[in-house]
């Protein structure tokens, strides 16, 4: 197994990407994390890592700089950039400092797939053993995929790419998204280790958030019961069970972040949240309009809305239409063409091209996915 490091100060998103991915499938395992380029380099030297998946922009130490320190210390290891920021700029610093590849948020599952095949070749070979321990686990896994469908995989993915966004959007439809993503699970026989893994993966989600807010863990769950949250989702015996605690969890974890006093950043935020609710309908909707909507600046409500939710306001505005996309295809009968005005695009094949990068698949194969 390749050994795979992830670099990025933001919490919940290096939670999001070891989740991302079906890791073991492709050869590889997360053998660490870090915070920040100080803490990479020590990670680096305790764990080893052949692949390192790094922020650019990170306090202390940013991106390149660690990229430059890490190929000094580690002639071997393979770096790809993950940004934010779709800058040239940046793209040739990581050419110069021997970055190997890119990869601009927001990704989904295939980009990230081409990605590690692309950089494979660069990998150093692994050992005979390693080797083989390599071919076994795809195996397993392939056995796995074979009583998990692809199209199961799929959906979980996007359901879980909605939940990240929805508890950082104070979507009110996260409940929904969370029993859409255990609906998706009951095929699988209760407690089997493909059911205990996604369980605990949106289980983290929810905790990762709430730490990410300043919670303790302990004001998430009943601070009563003796066992911690991993363990107690393994002591339910049903799939309804584990589905109304895990719901019970996420609403507690949604009421802590609404009981918070609002300052005037997250009024500020709310309020251009409601008005992108109100205009992701028209196709000209920018960061500029929602400013001028809010009144204040553009660039001084872009610094907020990164700061409350992680995102740009052209991410969620992207977000909002494809959630409402979603939402028309699952209804049927409706042109494609149709949809795409409806939230704000008005170039059908862009709306596909978007609808694609954001869920994997295009609205006419989703559809398909939906009516079997």
């Given at each position: 197994?390749?050994?795979?490091?992830?670099?990025?100060?933001?919490?919940?998103?290096?939670?999001?990407?070891?989740?991302?991915?079906?890791?073991?499938?492709?050869?590889?395992?997360?053998?660490?994390?870090?915070?920040?380029?100080?803490?990479?380099?020590?990670?680096?030297?305790?764990?080893?890592?052949?692949?390192?998946?790094?922020?650019?922009?990170?306090?202390?130490?940013?991106?390149?700089?660690?990229?430059?320190?890490?190929?000094?210390?580690?002639?071997?290891?393979?770096?790809?950039?993950?940004?934010?920021?779709?800058?040239?700029?940046?793209?040739?610093?990581?050419?110069?400092?021997?970055?190997?590849?890119?990869?601009?948020?927001?990704?989904?599952?295939?980009?990230?797939?081409?990605?590690?095949?692309?950089?494979?070749?660069?990998?150093?070979?692994?050992?005979?053993?390693?080797?083989?321990?390599?071919?076994?686990?795809?195996?397993?896994?392939?056995?796995?995929?074979?009583?998990?469908?692809?199209?199961?995989?799929?959906?979980?993915?996007?359901?879980?790419?909605?939940?990240?966004?929805?508890?950082?959007?104070?979507?009110?439809?996260?409940?929904?998204?969370?029993?859409?993503?255990?609906?998706?699970?009951?095929?699988?026989?209760?407690?089997?280790?493909?059911?205990?893994?996604?369980?605990?993966?949106?289980?983290?989600?929810?905790?990762?958030?709430?730490?990410?807010?300043?919670?303790?863990?302990?004001?998430?769950?009943?601070?009563?019961?003796?066992?911690?949250?991993?363990?107690?989702?393994?002591?339910?015996?049903?799939?309804?069970?584990?589905?109304?605690?895990?719901?019970?969890?996420?609403?507690?974890?949604?009421?802590?972040?609404?009981?918070?006093?609002?300052?005037?950043?997250?009024?500020?935020?709310?309020?251009?949240?409601?008005?992108?609710?109100?205009?992701?309908?028209?196709?000209?909707?920018?960061?500029?309009?929602?400013?001028?909507?809010?009144?204040?600046?553009?660039?001084?409500?872009?610094r907020i809305f990164r700061k409350e939710s992680g995102h740009s306001i052209v991410d969620h505005i992207t977000?909002?239409?494809?959630?409402?996309?979603?939402?028309?295809?699952?209804?049927?009968?409706?042109?494609?063409?149709?949809?795409?005005?409806?939230?704000?695009?008005?170039?059908p094949n862009y709306f596909s091209k978007s609808f694609k990068k954001r869920f994997g698949v295009t609205p006419?194969?989703?559809?398909?996915?939906?009516?079997?």
């Open positions: 197994m390749y050994k795979v490091m992830i670099v990025d100060d933001e919490p919940l998103f290096r939670d999001f990407l070891r989740l991302k991915m079906d890791w073991q499938r492709h050869g590889f395992q997360v053998c660490c994390e870090a915070r920040n380029g100080q803490e990479a380099l020590a990670e680096a030297e305790k764990h080893q890592p052949h692949l390192a998946l790094v922020d650019i922009n990170m306090p202390f130490m940013d991106g390149i700089e660690l990229a430059v320190k890490l190929k000094d210390r580690f002639e071997r290891i393979v770096i790809v950039f993950i940004s934010g920021h779709n800058e040239f700029e940046y793209v040739q610093k990581a050419v110069r400092t021997g970055v190997q590849d890119y990869l601009l948020k927001p990704f989904n599952e295939a980009e990230m797939t081409e990605m590690l095949e692309r950089i494979r070749p660069k990998l150093p070979r692994l050992s005979a053993g390693r080797e083989i321990d390599r071919v076994a686990a795809e195996g397993a896994r392939a056995a796995s995929a074979s009583a998990h469908p692809g199209q199961e995989a799929l959906e979980l993915g996007a359901v879980r790419d909605a939940i990240v966004l929805g508890l950082r959007m104070k979507d009110a439809d996260v409940l929904d998204e969370v029993r859409k993503a255990v609906g998706r699970l009951r095929s699988s026989t209760w407690g089997d280790e493909y059911a205990d893994a996604m369980m605990m993966g949106l289980l983290s989600l929810a905790l990762t958030f709430a730490g990410e807010r300043g919670f303790a863990y302990s004001r998430v769950w009943d601070s009563g019961e003796d066992k911690a949250p991993y363990d107690r989702l393994k002591v339910c015996a049903t799939w309804d069970e584990a589905e109304e605690w895990l719901i019970a969890l996420y609403r507690r974890v949604i009421q802590l972040t609404e009981d918070v006093k609002p300052t005037k950043a997250s009024s500020l935020f709310s309020a251009a949240i409601w008005y992108i609710e109100q205009h992701y309908a028209d196709a000209d909707l920018s960061a500029e309009q929602v400013a001028g909507g809010v009144y204040v600046d553009s660039s001084y409500l872009r977000h909002i239409r494809m959630k409402k996309a979603r939402a028309l295809l699952l209804e049927g009968n409706r042109r494609l063409a149709d949809i795409s005005e409806s939230v704000g695009y008005a170039d006419t194969e989703y559809e398909q996915l939906v009516r079997k």
